[in-house]
């Protein structure tokens, strides 16, 4: 499985970007489908996940009320809304799948199998 980032860019603090993450290759099986984040020097942190068929999400203390989760199967597609952003929202947004159907450990980044390459996301004050 390949993942694709995309959407990220330049907002100014209370501004709006959306970033998807469009999944090729062996998608037949079922995938918890997660966003992560990377502030330099910092470790990456989980932001949001949902599962495979899109009935639950969760999200990090830090962006519920703000970001939203969804995918799209058919389209082999996930799209992280974020909204009133902040300047500590800053950092490269990773997407990531999880080879399974349960939510056990969504907010782990190692227990995601693969993960996409990145996008950039950088909020002005």
């Known amino acids: 499985v390949q993942l694709q980032a995309s959407g990220g860019g330049l907002v100014q603090a209370g501004g709006s970007l959306r970033l998807s993450c469009a999944a090729s290759?062996?998608?037949?099986?079922?995938?918890?489908m997660g966003w992560f984040h990377q502030a330099p020097g910092k470790e990456r942190e989980f932001v949001t996940a949902?599962?495979?068929?899109?009935?639950?999400?969760y999200y990090a203390v830090s962006v519920k009320g703000r970001f939203t989760l969804s995918r799209d199967n058919a389209k082999n597609t996930v799209y992280l809304q974020m909204n009133s952003l902040k300047p500590e929202d800053a950092a490269v947004y990773y997407c990531?799948?999880?080879?399974?159907?349960?939510?056990?450990?969504?907010?782990?980044?190692?227990?995601?199998?693969?993960w996409g390459q990145g996008t950039l996301v950088t909020v002005s004050s």
């Open positions: 990531a799948a999880q080879r399974t159907v349960t939510m056990k450990e969504y907010s782990t980044p190692g227990r995601y199998d693969y």
């Open positions: 290759g062996r998608t037949g099986s079922s995938y918890v």
């Open positions: 949902i599962s495979w068929n899109g009935g639950a999400t």
